[in-house]
């Protein structure tokens, strides 16, 4: 789990300018302005550049896996799957969207943007020492556009051809000139070893080992309950400036867990070093013990400046039954956040108030002269509360008396045509108005069970179920459910992946992240904006407008977020003297302390 976080947090993106490239080969790339980083640098600022190699890491994952293939839609990958892969281009964490060589030595981008180039570096070996070449970099491509994970055609849509320039040489072509992500897009490409894949089925899960090039490879499994991956000890890339200071584990072991409850208390008893808590009355709580207070725990806070995207009970707009504006609208007020957020977290969080939530990129107030130009068009197929007042969920004094709220809610209730009798609501056919909640994880149940009270005060009959893990993502895939709990998170510089959240193209695609099944012409128009933008002003502009209309159309209830990240670790590991602001590098660039490590042994043996 810890990785395909600090993977997915890694993308992050803030922007200043517009990208000036210029036909000659470069180190890196950054989307606006150029990269921190100089073509002499030695090591990313966030890392310590001598830090020891050795000792393990046991980190801790939910629910279960089936294959080590984490580039599909079939099946469940293990956590730390991606450690065996590599990208073209390597991203930086305290930065906004920049780029620099990994397989790529180094990167060249036509000037009107219509194609970009990478070349190979020549000493670039995959785990049974031969070479990458431009044929494995073009295999990768095809088949991850054509069998892999549909979140992928998506990504890849504007790409053209991919053609070998030499052994070592990749071009890429583009569809489209204005979208200037697109090379940054290509130097993620993860490269897969063609001559491996030979004669298998790349769709089909797989609990094989995967041939890869990256730092990890895996070990030994349990399948469905642990993994683990030794450090790859002549990894051919490990002196590169990307990689100085990181991966420091010999080995890194993943334990799964059932759910949250257990996995906590495994960790109080040792059995796993590193917890990342994202629940808040266990971290007001749940670590009352000698090991905290005695220091061989540490529970510690690390301030971000990641946006915290939109984290919902997101309605299924496949459903009839959601299909009318003023129905969600009327369960947003069913929800009361203050009482819970007191009552349940400590009051430790902060209503989440847009998609873009912690960001310039978030709207506020009324929108502006700039924004109006892309609304207007579109008023007429627009709620016009949404040129009238600034959008603003329901609040209530913590209290527990919401009575204001529920009259409001069922107001709109009855405006859809829904009728209390009997205690019940109905439709005009006498049909109840009845949905189920799902979720993967039983730590949303006291959130849930509230909101599942007011509803039945306003006539719903509504429930909420738990399911493992392989069941809720396969429900997830095909749009199975009435109402989930979900999280679309957001960088600081939204890109082609907003199609995959939004855009009706993805409404009826499995697999695809439009969980909401937004069907919108007004949010497709949007996203051609935001995607094309030429400027940060204007990227944050379609953003705003953006914003607006997801938010006006209630398509979720949303939730809270805080700006930190809360850890708890056992005290073995040194850690550099700076975090980097867009993510949570714990994973590599931590490393063993040996002296803290034989310390806390000692203490264990002697049963403290």
């Known amino acids: 789990m810890m990785k395909n976080i600090v993977r997915a947090l890694g993308l992050i993106i803030a922007l200043t300018a517009t990208p000036v490239f210029a036909q000659t080969a470069q180190h890196g790339l950054a989307l606006h302005g150029t990269p921190r980083y100089p073509a002499d640098f030695q090591h990313f600022d966030y890392v310590n550049p001598n830090a020891p190699k050795g000792g393990d890491i046991h980190l801790s994952a939910l629910g279960t896996y089936d294959t080590l293939n984490p580039f599909t839609l079939k099946g469940l990958a293990a956590d730390g799957a991606a450690l065996q892969f590599e990208t073209l281009m390597a991203a930086s964490m305290d930065e906004p969207m920049s780029q620099y060589g990994w397989i790529a030595e180094s990167v060249t981008v036509a000037p009107d943007h219509s194609w970009v180039s990478y070349k190979i570096r020549p000493t670039a070996r995959f785990h049974d020492g031969s070479p990458i070449t431009a044929d494995d970099v073009i295999f990768s491509f095809e088949t991850l556009r054509d069998k892999g994970h549909p979140f992928y055609r998506s990504y890849y849509k504007d790409v053209v051809k991919a053609e070998k320039l030499g052994e070592r040489e990749v071009k890429f072509t583009f569809r489209d000139t204005t979208n200037t992500e697109l090379p940054l897009i290509m130097g993620q490409l993860p490269v897969l070893c063609?001559?491996?894949?030979?004669?298998?089925?790349?769709?089909?899960?797989?609990?094989?080992?995967?041939?890869?090039?990256?730092?990890?490879?895996?070990?030994?499994?349990?399948?469905?309950?642990?993994?683990?991956?030794?450090?790859?000890?002549?990894?051919?890339?490990?002196?590169?400036?990307?990689?100085?200071?990181?991966?420091?584990f010999d080995v890194?072991?993943?334990?799964?867990?059932?759910?949250?409850?257990v996995s906590l208390e495994a960790f109080l008893r040792g059995s796993y070093d590193f917890r990342l808590e994202n629940v808040a009355?266990?971290?007001?709580?749940?670590?009352?013990?000698?090991?905290?207070?005695?220091?061989?725990?540490?529970?510690?806070?690390?301030?971000?400046?990641?946006?915290?995207?939109?984290?919902?009970?997101?309605?299924?707009?496949?459903?009839?039954?959601?299909?009318?504006?003023?129905?969600?609208?009327?369960?947003?007020?069913?929800?009361?956040?203050?009482?819970?957020?007191?009552?349940?977290?400590?009051?430790?969080?902060?209503?989440?108030?847009?998609?873009?939530?912690?960001?310039?990129?978030?709207?506020?107030?009324?929108p502006s002269a700039d924004e109006l130009k892309l609304l207007e068009p579109y008023r007429n197929q627009l709620p016009p509360e949404l040129f009238t007042e600034p959008f603003k969920l329901p609040t209530t004094d913590g209290s527990g008396d919401n009575r204001d709220n529920m009259?409001?809610?069922?107001?709109?209730?009855?405006?859809?045509?829904w009728t209390l009798k009997n205690g019940v609501l109905v439709d005009a056919n006498g049909k109840p108005l009845t949905f189920e909640i799902i979720d993967a994880e039983p730590m949303f149940e006291r959130w849930t069970q509230p909101l599942l009270r007011n509803l039945e005060r306003l006539g719903i009959k509504a429930t909420f179920r738990i399911v493992d893990a392989a069941q809720f993502q396969n429900r997830m895939d095909n749009f199975d459910f009435d109402v989930t709990v979900s999280v679309f998170s957001q960088s600081l510089s939204p890109g082609n992946e907003q199609f995959d959240y939004w855009s009706s193209t993805k409404a009826d695609v499995h697999g695809s992240r439009n969980l909401i099944g937004v069907h919108d012409p007004v949010v497709d128009a949007l996203l051609e904006k935001l995607v094309h933008a030429t400027s940060r002003e204007d990227l944050v502009t379609a953003c705003h407008a953006l914003d607006r209309v997801l938010l006006w159309q209630y398509y979720v209830i949303p939730h809270w977020h805080i700006d930190s990240f809360r850890i708890a670790y056992w005290n073995r590991f040194g850690q550099p003297a700076t975090h980097p602001p867009y993510g949570l590098a714990v994973d590599d660039t931590w490393w063993v302390d040996t002296a803290k490590a034989a310390k806390l042994d000692a203490q264990h043996a002697r049963g403290q």
């Open 281 to 366: 009355k266990n971290w007001a709580l749940g670590y009352d013990t000698d090991a905290v207070r005695n220091g061989n725990i540490v529970k510690d806070t690390i301030t971000n400046q990641l946006p915290a995207g939109m984290q919902g009970f997101v309605f299924n707009m496949r459903r009839d039954l959601f299909k009318d504006r003023r129905v969600r609208e009327a369960l947003n007020y069913a929800f009361d956040f203050e009482w819970s957020n007191k009552n349940f977290a400590y009051n430790a969080y902060t209503r989440t108030q847009s998609y873009f939530e912690n960001s310039e990129l978030a709207a506020r107030g009324m």
């Open 252 to 261: 890194m072991r993943f334990d799964y867990y059932r759910d949250t409850t």
């Open 194 to 248: 063609k001559k491996f894949w030979q004669g298998k089925d790349f769709a089909a899960t797989t609990l094989d080992p995967v041939m890869g090039s990256g730092p990890y490879e895996v070990d030994s499994m349990t399948p469905g309950r642990t993994i683990s991956y030794k450090r790859v000890k002549d990894w051919w890339a490990k002196d590169l400036p990307i990689n100085r200071g990181r991966y420091n």
């Open 407 to 417: 009259r409001k809610a069922a107001e709109l209730l009855r405006e859809a045509g």
